[in-house]
């Protein structure tokens, strides 16, 4: 019997409002099931199209535990770190700094705002790779931003929900006029 290989698909995402969002996702019992391959080259394909550099899988409404860091330089983000995308599965924080910055986030799932939210400055991780191995690593900076914010959709949150008041919010234009520097008038 021969099974008929599919291309990766971009997959539709879900957006602020839907019930998916506000769940609490699943652990994945075998990272090997071909259906967990195939979600994963779905979610990569996913988010090299739409310019992020996270995503998870509730945001694609599956309530399984799986997310993928993927920073690097884009339209949403023209200023971020390059990495190799790095697939998680079951993550969990092991522990993370006292020290908590601010910075600017946005989402797939909450298109057209930022926000100013507060997050560990380093954490310390763990996961099951795409292969199946168990790793722990440190993430700093925005990576760890990334981590925390994918972390929080497996968890049933958005980031959002961890804005310290409503006037951390922005238009996403607004937030890219200000990666621009201003000129001085001479």
Known sequence: MTTVQTAPKRLEISQLGNPILRQIAQ??????????????????????????????????????RLLIVASRPNARYPHAPVMEPTVMVNPHLVSHSGEVVKDWEGCLSVPGIRGLVPRYRWIEVEYISREGGLIRQELTDFVARIFQHELDHLNGMVFLDRLESVRDIVTDQEYLCRLVPTRTVA
């Open 27 to 64: 652990p994945i019992d075998n990272v090997h099931d071909r259906n967990i391959q195939a979600l994963i080259d779905d979610l990569l394909t996913t988010l090299i199209e739409l310019n992020g550099v996270g995503i998870a899988a509730p945001q694609v409404a599956v309530p399984y």
